[in-house]
Every structure is written in C-alpha cells, then in structure tokens.
C-alpha cells in the first residue's frame, strides 16, 4: 500500500485534489471517504463530481444514500453509508452493479466493510485547528496513479509526518 498525506487548509485545496482524484478515476473504481461530521467527505465528493462529471452542486446523499451523475465516459455513484441499520443494506443499493458498470465514492465506509472492494482507494479525512487533513492510501491498482496526483498537486501544501 502506498500512501500520501494532503494538507486542505481551504476549499480551494480540496477542490484540487478533487479535481485530481476525479481525472483518476476509472471504471470499476471506489474511492472510500472516511471521517468525522464536517471532516469534508461531502465537500471532496462534490469536487470529484464537478471535475468529472460537470455536476456544480451535487445534493448530499445523507438522505437518499445514493445519487447518480452521468460523466462523458463514466457514472459516478456517490453513495453514504451513515443511516444503514445493516451493512447488507448497502448490497440493495446497487454497490454491486456500480463497481461493474462505474465509479463510486462511498461515505462512511466502515458501516458496511463487507460490500467494499479490495482494490479501494482509502481517503480519511480529519480537521485539527481548523485545517483538513487527507492521507490517502492507495492498494496497487491506484498506486501509479496516486504518485501522479501527488506529482500534480506538489505546489499544495504537504503533510510531512
């Protein structure tokens, strides 16, 4: 596993990794967004969106758990995991026929672990004193990729620990 730390100290940081993460994005891929409430899940999906899929406000899926975005050449499911009573919930969300057939980015992972694919992109985000913080860990699918993004966004600050 391979692994780079960004620092977002603004929503013009995280809309750039989102725009880089969204460039990389290929069929069949998950991108896991994990953190706190307010640690920027849904900000960096919206970005991701935008970048790819040319969607400029894209609704929160808190309350509908999934929302669709055709792209030019890809679909985005953004799906949120918070409300699931069980995690065999997510299976009737279509998890299944999203890995097949586009991306998806997936808030709130760790409520349903058994329905994430092992070739996952990890992204946990936290806030300490204000400033985000994404470490994001890449299983050998992404990791070419995610040197790239990292080589892409070097003018961003960057988390040296």
Not at 12 to 33: F, M
Not at 135 to 161: C, F, H, M, Y
Request: charged share 25%; with cysteine; aromatic share 6%.
């Amino acid at each position: 596993m391979q692994e780079a730390t960004f620092l977002l100290p603004t929503e013009r940081e995280t809309a750039a990794l989102g725009a880089a993460l969204g460039d990389a994005l290929r069929v069949g891929d998950a991108v896991l967004l994990a953190g706190p409430l307010g640690a920027g899940k849904t900000t960096l999906a919206r970005a991701i969106i935008h970048r790819r899929c040319g969607v400029a406000d894209a609704p929160s899926p808190t309350f509908t758990l999934v929302e669709t975005y055709p792209g030019d050449d890809i679909t985005i499911w953004h799906f949120d995991f918070y409300r699931l009573e069980r995690a065999e919930e997510a299976w009737e969300l279509g998890v299944e026929e999203a890995f097949a057939d586009g991306a998806s980015l997936i808030e709130w992972p760790e409520r349903a672990p058994a329905a994430l694919p092992e070739q996952a992109l990890s992204v946990m985000l936290s806030v300490n004193g204000g400033v985000r913080r994404a470490v994001l860990t890449a299983p050998p699918a992404w990791a070419e990729r995610l040197e790239k993004i990292a080589d892409g966004l070097k003018n961003q600050p960057r988390d040296a620990s």
